[in-house]
């Protein structure tokens, strides 16, 4: 998994509560990635982030935020979680010039 | 809207045969790539085809692009029952390389021992 980790790997909570992903990489890469992935969808891109502090919105951000304070680590918010953000999330760095993915395991989120 | 469109969404071959994947894009693009995911698994990139590029070759795996047409092909050759997988092609865009990936919905290839 290219030193990505996701944590936590499973999670469980109710509608209205705030929920945290983390997503840490071991190797200084530069563009950081979270995607969720639903049964027809695929992968829907989230948020992602260029550096340090620096983040922009993907094709699915509402709802969700992201902080990126050091360069191993970017966190997604779910300021109150809702059954429709009920998925898989993935988090993903690129490498390289031509922008190769890798990708973290997964958590996979459910919301009651 | 998603960037990449996979055809078949399924694909059920028998070990020995040929799969054939396609995918349909929108917009230019600097390359495509495709990926595979095991279930429940994340995903694991197989091969990346830059947008001068029409054909490449890895291992079993060959993959195409004509930009004309804005489609890719992969073709995974004498396949295993190991390639049961979901794969998916990946358009990567932008002014700067690793801006971003837009993914497909995925084809979902079984194939039977």
């Known amino acids: 998994d290219a030193g990505i980790t996701q944590s936590p790997r499973h999670k469980v909570t109710e509608t209205g509560t705030p929920v945290t992903l983390r997503c840490h990489q071991t190797?200084?890469?530069?563009?950081m990635y979270w995607y969720r992935q639903d049964p027809g969808h695929g992968l829907r891109l989230i948020h992602y982030?260029?550096?340090?502090?620096?983040?922009d919105k993907g094709e699915v951000s509402d709802g969700y935020s992201v902080s990126r304070s050091k360069t191993e680590d970017f966190l997604l918010t779910l300021e109150s979680a809702t059954s429709s953000q009920t998925s898989v999330y993935f988090c993903?760095?690129?490498?390289?010039?031509?922008?190769?993915?890798?990708f973290g395991p997964g958590t996979r989120l459910t919301v009651l | 809207s998603q960037q990449g469109e996979e055809d078949p969404q399924a694909l059920s071959i028998q070990e020995g045969e040929n799969a054939t994947m396609n995918c349909s894009y929108k917009?230019?693009?600097?390359?495509l790539q495709w990926y595979r995911q095991n279930s429940g698994r994340g995903l694991v990139h197989l091969i990346l085809?830059?947008?001068?590029?029409r054909e490449k070759h890895s291992g079993r795996l060959r993959v195409t692009l004509d930009t004309s047409k804005k489609s890719s092909s992969l073709l995974i050759t004498a396949s295993r029952a190991a390639d049961t997988a979901s794969y998916f092609c990946?358009?990567?865009?932008?002014?700067?390389?690793?801006?971003?990936?837009?993914f497909g919905e995925g084809t979902q290839l079984t194939v039977n021992p």
């Open positions: 993903a760095i690129s490498v390289g010039l031509a922008g190769v993915g890798f």
């Open positions: 190797e200084n890469h530069r563009y």
């Open positions: 982030s260029y550096g340090v502090k620096d983040t």
């Open positions: 917009t230019s693009i600097n390359n």
């Open positions: 085809i830059r947008s001068n590029e």
């Open positions: 990946a358009t990567e865009e932008g002014e700067t390389s690793g801006s971003r990936l837009t």
